[in-house]
């Protein structure tokens, strides 16, 4: 099963690239690139809700969600598939000539990063290796992408009419919402 999440993100993206505007043809080479790095975002961000409400809804539902034994594995996917994203950042910078903005740069610059290196420490071996480090390293990194996912999604909805964009930040806001209560519902437990 777990391998099959990997897959299928491959399929899901290889499928993109079929249906997408043609990249051999010039003309609609911008359009390829643009409609990549949507899909990528979206089927990204799909599979990063996922992996982020995994633990905190088996918690509040008393659970062993099956979620949570894939959770690594979707994060995996999550590095996999915005690894593709960056590849067409790339071509995007290069291909259309445009300057990338110094705060861009850095503040999705350092999602990608936290991404990479969530996903080379994601194993039981380097988990207990690094310790606390470890664990502080994929709270805030997973809190850190699903900010820059968040800021990206609103920004788009705000200033298009993309009603894509309105679902995923709605569903960003509820994944929060998820984890806020559960965090709430351990405090209560360990003070009642
Ligand atoms: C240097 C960093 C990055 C650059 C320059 C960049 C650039 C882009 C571009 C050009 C688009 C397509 C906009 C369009 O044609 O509609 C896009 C879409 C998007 N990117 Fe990135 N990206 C970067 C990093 C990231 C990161 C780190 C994330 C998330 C963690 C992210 C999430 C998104 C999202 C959510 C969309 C919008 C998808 C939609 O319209 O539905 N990007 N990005």
């Keep these: 099963m777990n391998y099959v999440i990997l897959l299928l993100a491959v399929i899901v993206m290889a499928a993109a690239f079929i249906t997408a505007p043609p990249v051999a043809s010039a003309e609609f080479l911008a359009e390829h690139i643009g409609y990549m790095l949507r899909v990528t975002a979206r089927l990204a961000f799909a599979l990063f809700l996922l992996a982020y409400i995994a633990r905190p809804?088996?918690?509040?539902?008393?659970?062993?969600?099956?979620?949570?034994?894939?959770?690594?594995?979707?994060?995996?996917?999550?590095?996999?598939?915005?690894?593709?994203?960056?590849g067409y950042v790339w071509a995007h910078l290069v291909t259309s000539g445009e300057k990338l903005d110094w705060?861009?740069?850095?503040?999705?610059?350092?999602?990608?990063?936290l991404l990479w290196l969530m996903a080379v420490t994601s194993s039981n071996a380097t988990r207990l290796k690094l310790g606390m480090a470890w664990h502080r390293l994929h709270l805030v990194g997973l809190h850190y992408v699903w900010l820059i996912f968040l800021q990206t999604f609103i920004g788009v909805a705000l200033t298009s009419n993309s009603s894509w964009a309105l679902v995923m930040s709605?569903?960003?806001m509820v994944a929060l919402c998820v984890r806020l209560a559960a965090w709430t519902a351990q405090r209560f437990r360990r003070t009642a």
């Design 57 to 86: 809804l088996a918690e509040l539902l008393c659970s062993r969600l099956v979620l949570v034994r894939h959770r690594r594995y979707l994060g995996l996917a999550v590095a996999l598939v915005m690894t593709v994203h960056f």
């Design 170 to 172: 709605a569903l960003g």
């Design 103 to 113: 705060l861009t740069g850095i503040f999705g610059g350092a999602a990608f990063v």
